[in-house]
């Protein structure tokens, strides 16, 4: 899910709010909790798995809405917002309806960034420590940021 230029001056503003003292250079987005990608496996895996179950039991192919799958995801995977400022890095929880952020999740050490390592396989930059993944299109945006503000 890309965020386009327009969105991202949106988050900013009001990210920019949020944290307040310290001034907000950039905005992206990210997902806190176990890897996405295998999260989406798993998740597609069950409803198979539940697919089959019910029609085993009940002798009809009940297949549960995507909303359903979505929402659980959605649970399990949080979408967050990542502010690099002058000072540091600060995660916001964002709205599941509107996406935009809307409190302060956690704050990371200035260079957080740096520290984050490509996780194999999945295409995702990964902070531990914060249990924080970002795209690559995500992580070089607040990367230059971040490289700009040192």
Same mark, same amino acid.
């Given at each position: 899910m @890309? &965020?386009?230029n327009r969105n991202r001056e949106k988050g900013l503003k009001i990210s920019g709010a949020i944290v307040g003292d310290g001034a @907000? &250079?950039?905005y992206g987005i990210g997902q806190v909790g176990p890897d996405p990608r295998k999260t989406r496996q798993q998740i597609v895996i069950g409803a198979v798995v539940f697919t089959v179950f019910l029609v085993a039991?009940?002798?009809a192919a009940v297949v549960p809405g995507?909303?359903?799958w979505f929402l659980?995801?959605?649970f399990i995977v949080r979408p967050v917002g990542v502010v690099v400022t002058n000072r540091n890095v600060v995660i916001l929880e964002r709205s599941l309806v509107t996406g935009r952020p809307k409190r302060i999740r956690s704050t990371l050490p200035p260079g957080a960034l740096s520290e984050m390592s490509r996780?194999?396989?999945s295409g995702y930059f990964?902070?531990?420590a914060a249990e924080l993944w970002l795209r690559p299109k995500e992580y070089e945006i607040l990367a230059a940021a971040q490289g700009?503000?040192?």
């Open positions: @890309a &965020l386009s @907000a &250079l950039a039991v009940v002798k995507f909303l359903i659980i995801f959605s996780a194999e396989k990964q902070f531990p700009a503000a040192v």
